[in-house]
T-cell receptor, first 114, second 107 residues
Framework: DTAVSQTPKYLVTQMGNDKSIKCEQN?????MYWYKQDSKKFLKIMFS???????INETVPNRFSPKSPDKAHLNLHINSLELGDSAVYFC?????????????FGEGSWLTVV | KQEVTQIPAALSVPEGENLVLNCSFT??????LQWFRQDPGKGLTSLLLIQSSQREQTSGRLNASLDKSSGRSTLYIAASQPGDSATYLC??????FGAGTRLTVKP
């Protein structure tokens, strides 16, 4: 039973399109995250939500809009996709933010913009 | 702004060797540091979590230490095995990741 699941796993789309990546966690955690891993494998946090409330927004273009309908879900919507958006996007969750709990990651969503 | 650096970027060792991976951070005001493992095409798996009040954590053949005053953490892997081959990343405060060390253990 997957703890943090994200869909789709692979996504190829054209520049200018709008796409969404969905994430769900069944761990009962209060905090969820989106990270971006670029071609150089560098992992950067994008957003963090705690109990459906945005806590962290790390200088991400406003074309990226996270949506948390409930604390088990954090979806990532991207408008007007650009070539530079090509990356692997990871969803993650932890019990409570800033308390130093283990973070659980999803398997990643490979986005390729052509 | 917190900067996290991992050295070396890549490491290749023969099976059975003990090895140390390094992680350094610029701001000592941290509340935790985690070491993760990432296999190709996969997500990250947490290996060890050290709270700011702790100096080390151990799990099996892995031992992670934390020295906040010097801004350093090390991950020690004892008796390395080919199955340990992966990229190891450290993260400070759940948010700031190093670029990782790609470890290859040769049979």
């Amino acid at each position: 039973d997957t703890a943090v699941s994200q869909t789709p796993k692979y996504l190829v789309t054209q520049m200018g399109n709008d796409k969404s990546i969905k994430c769900e966690q069944n761990l009962g955690h209060d905090t969820m995250y989106w990270y971006k891993q670029d071609s150089k494998k560098f992992l950067k946090i994008m957003f963090s939500y705690n109990n459906k409330e945005l806590i962290i927004n790390e200088t991400v273009p406003n074309r990226f809009s996270p949506k948390s309908p409930d604390k088990a879900h954090l979806n990532l919507h991207i408008n007007s996709l650009e070539l530079g958006d090509s990356a692997v996007y990871f969803c993650a969750s932890s019990q409570v933010i800033t308390s130093g709990n283990t973070i659980y990651f999803g398997e990643g969503s490979w986005l390729t913009v052509v | 702004k917190q900067e996290v650096t991992q050295i070396p970027a890549a490491l290749s060792v023969p099976e059975g060797e003990n090895l140390v991976l390094n992680c350094s951070f610029t701001d000592s005001a941290i509340y935790n540091l985690q070491w993760f493992r990432q296999d190709p095409g996969k997500g990250l798996t947490s290996l060890l979590l050290i709270q700011s009040s702790q100096r080390e954590q151990t799990s099996g053949r892995l031992n992670a230490s934390l020295d906040k005053s010097s801004g350093r953490s090390t991950l020690y892997i004892a008796a390395s095995q080919p199955g340990d081959s992966a990229t190891y990343l450290c993260a400070v405060n759940d948010m700031r990741f190093g670029a990782g060390t790609r470890l290859t253990v040769k049979p």
